[in-house]
Structures are given as structure tokens and as C-alpha cells.
């Protein structure tokens, strides 16, 4: 469905333009929704999609990206994968929801004017989606978005949530998979956002032997502790876990022949950029952890107070991750293959 906004707020715009943003939705390969909105504001500059991929749990919930896209096209591949990702993850975290996702197109600077219209946007849709934070997106905005809809999550910054719930993951995958402690060994994260930076401060403080980078210098500038290196590129070092906590779809055939790492568990979204490399990762003796299994923590932050926990029974929803995680690992292990396959999340 491709929704607009009255055409006093928007430039004049063809039909056949709107029939051929239909036909890419409906023809496009990860199309499997119950819903596809379009919103263009010109005043604004806002142009947005929201993709509903499954509510039968509950409204659809998930982050909204403010990013550059090389095309229309590229935008809707990413927010089809994204809602997609969300339904599974919401499901395994045992959280009400279903899953859903916003992005909007960066073609110029993000404004209060912008935000609004995005509000108008979630507004027009009466609850069917309800937003957070992700790349490009602060808290911040949310909560001036908030002073205009009631359709967002403005109570936490879901990125710590998603860190430490990795951290758990990440210390039970190195006792499951190497029979060690995480005592000594290396991880190297890829991205310093809200969710890497902290990761990385969980794990130094653990005793791990942390590394680090990032494409945007300021990011790695604020990194204080002494026991976490700056690093150029983490994706080709030599560690025991590789930890991806920036864009997606970072693993393909052709990019993990340059991997030398033992586990790979990160906060990043959709990381693989077809399904089958997954079994790659497992010919090549690469322990997976699928991004829907293990970067849930961010959920689990933003329903507590709808679902009534504290933060003492929010934790304890993190460190389950952690046990859903080794009994996936346990799964695959039996079964000689990923656990991408194991449990059947393509």
C-alpha cells in the first residue's frame, strides 16, 4: 500500500510514479508483508517507508533509519529485511509485538520540520507501527517526535540493552564453543555506536582483550580505556570473536574468505547478505550466531515498562538471551550444520 499526504504538502507527482513504486513492492523478492506505506512530504523533505511484516502478535514495533540509499529501490530491500528480522526477534525474546520497521531517505539535512512530518506519518497509521531509534535516529528525535504522536518508544536508549545482552551471548558462546573463559580473549568489534562502544566497555571491564573501529573518527575519539584499541579495519583481524555492531549485510562468499575469527556475534541487523552464507561460515568452520537470536536486548529495553518489569527483571530477560543462544549452539552442534539452518530462520 503506498499512503501520501494531501497534495498541498507535496510537489505534483504522476500516477504512473505511484503505480511504479507499487510494482516494486509487490514484485520485490523479500515481499512477504501484511503492509508497505510510502509517505512523501515536499515541505518537509521528508520521504519515508514503513513496512509491517507481521502483527498477528500485537502492533508492529521497530526502529525508523535515517540513512543515504542509492535508490528507491535499495531502501525497500533494506526496510522488507529489517521488518522481517524484527518479527523473529520479537518472537524469540517472547515479547507481544510483531515486527515492523521505518526508514527514511536521507537526500538532505534531518529537521524538526522532518521529524514532525514523520510523526504525522506514524500518526496516519493509528498504531499499527510504533517506532524507535536505530542509525541516523537519536533519542532525541524520539522524543521530539513524541511531542507530536503517541507512536514511539521514548522511554530508554535501546543500545545499551542490546550490548549487554550480547555480552552475555558472547561469554556463554566462548564457554560453550571453546570450553575457556572470556578472560584473555581477543574480540574485535566493528562499529562504535551506542551499541559497540558499549560492548566494548562490557567486555574490557570482564577481562577480554578488546578492539575496535569505526568509519567515523569522532566515535572512536570519546574511547578512554586504556584496555580497548583503536584499530583500522576489525572485520579482517585475527581474534576468537568478531563482533559486527554496524550496517548489514557485511558477509558474502567473496568477503568471508578474509575472516580469522572463531564466532561471529554482533548487534548489527541483517548481516548476512544472502541466507546461504550462513552454511559458508559453517564450511569454514565459523561458529554463526544468527543477529535475530542474539541483538534483542534493544526489545526487551523498550517493552519493560509496557510489560510492567523492572530493571532487575529486565537483566534477567538479557541474560536469557545468553541461555537461547547455547541451546541454539548445542542444536547445531548436534546436527553438524549452522544454527542459521538448525533452527530454520531463513
Do not use: W
Not at 525497500?76 to 517472547?94: E, F, W
Not at 573463559?181 to 574480540?187: D, E, P
Amino acid at each position: 500500500m503506498i499512503r501520501r499526504p494531501p497534495r498541498s504538502t507535496r510537489k505534483e507527482s504522476s500516477a504512473a510514479s505511484d503505480v511504479y513504486k507499487r510494482q516494486q513492492i509487490s514484485s520485490h523478492n523479500e515481499f512477504e508483508h501484511e503492509k508497505v506505506y510510502y509517505y512523501e512530504d515536499h515541505k518537509s523533505g521528508l520521504k519515508s517507508l514503513i513496512a509491517i511484516h507481521d502483527s498477528t502478535e500485537g502492533p508492529a514495533i521497530g526502529g525508523c533509519r535515517f540513512r543515504t540509499y542509492d535508490s528507491f529501490e535499495s531502501g525497500l530491500n533494506d526496510v522488507l529485511r529489517l521488518s522481517k528480522g524484527m518479527t523473529h526477534k520479537n518472537n524469540i525474546a517472547q515479547v507481544p509485538f510483531g515486527g515492523g520497521k521505518g526508514i527514511i531517505f536521507k537526500e538532505g539535512k534531518k529537521s524538526n520540520e522532518m521529524m514532525k512530518s514523520y510523526a504525522d506519518f506514524l500518526n496516519l497509521l493509528e498504531g499499527k507501527y510504533i517506532s524507535a531509534e536505530d542509525i541516523g535516529i537519536s533519542l532525541k528525535d524520539i522524543r521530539f517526535i513524541k511531542q507530536h504522536t503517541e507512536y514511539v518508544f521514548d522511554n530508554v536508549d535501546p543500545g545499551p540493552y542490546t550490548a549487554k545482552g550480547i555480552f552475555y551471548a558472547i561469554k556463554r558462546a566462548i564457554s560453550f564453543s571453546l570450553s575457556e573463559s572470556l578472560v584473555g580473549k581477543k574480540i574485535a568489534i566493528q562499529g562504535a555506536g551506542s551499541v559497540g562502544s558499549k560492548l566494548a566497555d562490557h567486555l574490557s571491564k570482564a577481562g577480554a582483550i578488546v578492539y575496535i573501529s569505526d568509519i567515523d573518527n569522532s566515535k572512536l575519539k570519546i574511547i578512554s580505556d586504556p584496555n580497548i584499541t583503536i584499530v583500522d579495519n576489525a572485520f579482517e583481524m585475527q581474534c576468537d570473536v568478531f563482533s559486527p555492531c554496524a550496517v548489514g549485510a557485511i558477509f558474502s562468499r567473496s568477503s568471508i574468505e578474509n575472516l580469522n575469527c572463531k564466532i561471529i556475534a554482533g548487534g548489527a541487523n541483517n548481516q548476512l547478505l544472502n541466507e546461504s552464507v550462513a552454511d559458508d561460515l559453517h564450511a569454514k568452520g565459523i561458529t554463526y550466531i544468527p543477529d535475530i537470536l542474539i541483538n534483542s536486548g534493544g526489545v526487551i529495553g523498550l517493552t519493560k515498562d509496557i510489560m510492567g518489569r523492572n530493571e532487575e527483571q529486565a537483566e534477567s530477560e538479557l541474560m536469557n538471551i545468553a541461555i537461547r543462544v547455547e541451546e541454539a549452539m548445542a542444536i547445531a552442534k548436534d546436527q553438524s550444520m549452522s544454527i542459521q539452518a538448525a533452527l530454520k530462520l531463513n
